[in-house]
């Protein structure tokens, strides 16, 4: 649920920068900019991730996911 608030957060900041700067932002664009939290999140999953050539792959990839999973625990 905070994830999804934290999207439609930016959302609504985008937006309000758009009106201030008069220009095209999420506020012109597709339904009300409904869509830009759902191409942002896939363009974080989808972006290409440089991996140390000495590190341990294993917990390269794995500590940011328990690191997200803590957080939203506590």
Same mark, same amino acid.
């Given at each position: 649920?905070?994830?999804?608030?934290?999207?439609?957060?930016?959302?609504?900041?985008?937006?309000?920068?758009?009106?201030?700067?008069?220009?095209?932002?999420?506020?012109?664009?597709?339904?009300?900019?409904? =869509?830009?939290?759902? %191409?942002?999140? !896939?363009? #974080? @999953? &989808?972006?290409?991730?440089?991996?140390?050539?000495?590190?341990?792959?294993? =917990?390269?990839?794995? %500590?940011?996911? !328990?690191? #997200? @999973? &803590?957080?939203?625990?506590?």
């Amino acid at each position: 649920m905070a994830l999804i608030a934290i999207a439609f957060y930016t959302l609504l900041e985008r937006k309000l920068l758009g009106y201030f700067q008069i220009r095209k932002g999420p506020n012109k664009i597709i339904f009300i900019g409904l =869509s830009q939290p759902f %191409a942002d999140a !896939i363009k #974080l @999953f &989808l972006k290409e991730q440089l991996t140390p050539t000495n590190a341990n792959k294993t =917990s390269f990839i794995i %500590a940011p996911i !328990i690191g #997200l @999973f &803590l957080l939203l625990m506590i």
